[in-house]
């Protein structure tokens, strides 16, 4: 690792190796008002990768130098990294060591990243500290809302009862009724998934609209 001093122009926030939620700007304000006051604050780091200079840690006092109007940091520059999955792993590693304390989400948001990145789920426990149970399940909702998304723009998910099912014309009217009965309570059955928390409105009209339909049926 070297230390250098670098345009801040020239550094790169990645928002997908990013591990927090949001960024404060309440902690930028306060780092920039602190470091007008003269405060020393760690130097920030860099990975150099692919000749591009990529922030590893330090997206609160990056940010506080340009709210001060400087156009160059020191930083530390390492260039020894491999790929991006190593770069994300190290800017956990370093909000976990410093810095504005991650909440409860950032812990979710990073655990699920590492999850989709192939590491071992145990590993990913021991240093968020959250139980492996709580990670697998809370995965799993984020699979089902991708599933549920990903019917919705496709259009396969009906915004009216009468087209939950289409028959051809030569079906029996009873087997109509059986068919759509079955088709909308899978349907009801798997957006009613008590692990599948819904917050879009028209998907809970169009529950309760399939619950109605049911009941009548």
Known sequence: MQTK???IKDIIVNEKLYPRE?????????YAKAMKDGDIFPLIEVAL??????????????EANMHNGEEYIRADVKSNYTDVKQIYLASVKANLKHGKKLSEQDKIKIALKLRDMSYDIADISKLLHL??????RIRNVKIK??????KIQKHEIPT???????????????????????????????LCDEKLKIDNTEIKTLINKIKLKL???
């Open 5 to 7: 001093i670098l345009k």
């Open 215 to 217: 009941d009548k049926l």
């Open 49 to 62: 990768f692919e000749k591009k200079f990529l922030l590893v840690d330090g997206r609160h006092r990056l």
């Open 131 to 136: 139980v492996v149970s709580k990670i697998e």
């Open 160 to 190: 009216t009862i009468s087209e939950t099912t289409k028959h051809e014309e030569d079906i029996p009217i009873v087997d109509k009724l059986t068919e759509q009965i079955d088709t909308l309570q899978s349907f009801y059955d798997f």
């Open 22 to 30: 949001h960024l404060s700007q309440l902690t930028v304000k306060e």
């Open 145 to 150: 809302r991708q599933i549920l998304n990903e």
